[in-house]
């Protein structure tokens, strides 16, 4: 099965096929490292914080197996027709000959995920004695009473563990010899039988998880640690969010870039425990909220099409809260500081997209005593209306350019975007409040 994966990668990488689709920001770090592991036939762990992907790494494993392979029709252990190693097995393929029945099993099932809870037993990864069969007439020394568990039943796959130091001790040491002489032993008894099992597993820094640790002899046995991370590139934390959020309106890009940055300003901040993290659904989560609060001012407001605008922000940061650790010496402190992140976040995305573009006539509008009225109760239409007139000038049509906007609802939140970086930037004012916000 290593040779399976390995021969699988190699072709992958000459025909120029991409083996690892769905990851973002992982190309040039920790892609590298994990087929360099994979071509080694090492078993892997992925060291990581909370939300750095690591499940989905394991998960992009199953692509590299065969797509279809045959085994011995009811074997416990999916054996090969040509290769069995349990008795039965054997005794079954020297009584039956070609006539061995033989099915076929696609490559998901042969990739078994197990997260690690602190009640998971020896005999849920490596087996116990059946009563039944014994009950049956065998005797205790026969190994057919055993029931296998679930890491010999991934003979010729993939068995991942998430959250491994969650296992006890005891447990992870029963892991030994299964990694390393790929035999089992349960109760006594000890099978020689060759398992062909890739072991996967995931595992936060061991200083910021209390629950446990990877004991030393089994980190010893895995060929390959590699750190996992968070996504370096903006354009990749971004994409990672277009993929993974389910999204029941329309988000513009420069909405889940201001999230974006969002997020990644919550992990540079000393305000928060970077030892937990800032995970990737918290991006995922906020993009997936202001989806939900423009659904529902679009469906109250009577607009035939839901789409996202600033204001809906708002609505993000007042249940995203609790997803992130601060600081003891912050207590108290919390909606302030993912206030201002959020702020100097919306800021940096303005800067970004409206460099250049000259909104002084919208300030000098507004400073003639026009307002502004934005918010959960105000359609697209309806703001867009409210706009001060500017004479010949194009400004509304440029903003819009630059931030690819072209529906009504897209144009609103583009404006919108505008008018709050001129109020970031301390040249208009705003008030806030029974859902509305008024710039002026």
Not at 129 to 149: C, N, Q, W, Y
Not at 303 to 312: G, T
Not at 324 to 349: C, K, M, N, Q
Request: proline letters at 4%; glycine letters at 8%.
């Amino acid at each position: 099965m290593r040779d399976e994966i390995r021969t699988n990668l190699l072709s992958a990488l000459r025909e120029g096929r991409d083996p690892w689709p769905g990851l973002h920001g992982f190309e040039s770090t920790v892609v590298p490292q994990l087929e360099r592991a994979l071509l080694a036939g090492h078993d892997v762990v992925l060291l990581g914080e909370r939300g750095q992907g690591k499940t989905r790494v394991l998960r992009t494993l199953a692509g590299l197996l065969d797509e279809w392979t045959p085994v011995i029709a009811g074997s416990e252990l999916g054996e090969h027709p040509y290769d069995p190693i349990t008795a039965a097995s054997r005794r079954r393929a020297a009584e039956l000959g070609d006539a061995l029945p033989v099915a076929w099993r696609h490559r998901d099932e042969r990739y078994v995920e197990k997260l690690a809870t602190p009640d998971t037993s020896v005999a849920d990864l490596i087996g116990d004695v059946d009563p039944m069969k014994v009950a049956e007439g065998r005797s205790l020394g026969d190994p057919e009473t055993i029931h296998f568990g679930l890491v010999p039943r991934s003979h010729r796959g993939i068995v991942a563990i998430n959250e491994l130091p969650d296992l006890a001790e005891r447990i992870q040491v029963a892991l030994l010899n299964v990694m390393e002489e790929r035999d089992i032993q349960v109760r006594g008894y000890v099978l020689r039988l060759p398992l062909d099992v890739l072991v996967v597993a995931s595992a936060n820094p061991e200083d910021y998880t209390n629950r446990g640790r990877i004991i030393t002899p089994l980190k010893d046995r895995f060929g390959a640690e590699i750190r996992t991370h968070y996504p370096v590139r903006l354009e990749d934390e971004v994409a990672i969010v277009r993929q993974e959020a389910d999204l029941v309106a329309d988000v513009p890009d420069h909405l889940l870039e201001i999230l974006a940055r969002f997020t990644r300003a919550l992990r540079e901040s000393s305000a928060v425990d970077q030892r937990s993290g800032v995970s990737a659904r918290f991006t995922i989560a906020g993009a997936e909220t202001i989806a939900a609060a423009a659904l529902h001012r679009a469906t109250r407001q009577g607009e035939a099409e839901a789409v996202a605008r600033p204001v809906d922000l708002e609505t993000a940061v007042d249940v995203l809260g609790g997803k992130v650790e601060f600081e003891a010496a912050e207590e108290g402190r919390e909606d302030e500081i993912l206030d201002h992140l959020l702020r100097t976040s919306t800021a940096e995305t303005v800067r970004s997209h409206l460099r250049g573009v000259d909104l002084g006539l919208l300030v000098d509008a507004l400073a003639g005593g026009r307002m502004v009225t934005t918010g959960e109760q105000v359609t697209a239409r309806d703001f867009l209306a409210s706009l001060p007139a500017l004479g010949e000038s194009e400004l509304y049509d440029d903003v819009c350019e630059r931030l690819g906007a072209t529906t009504d609802g897209e144009r609103a939140g583009a404006i919108e975007l505008a008018l709050e970086g001129l109020y970031l930037a301390r040249r208009i004012s705003k008030e806030a409040g029974d859902g509305e916000t008024i710039y002026g």
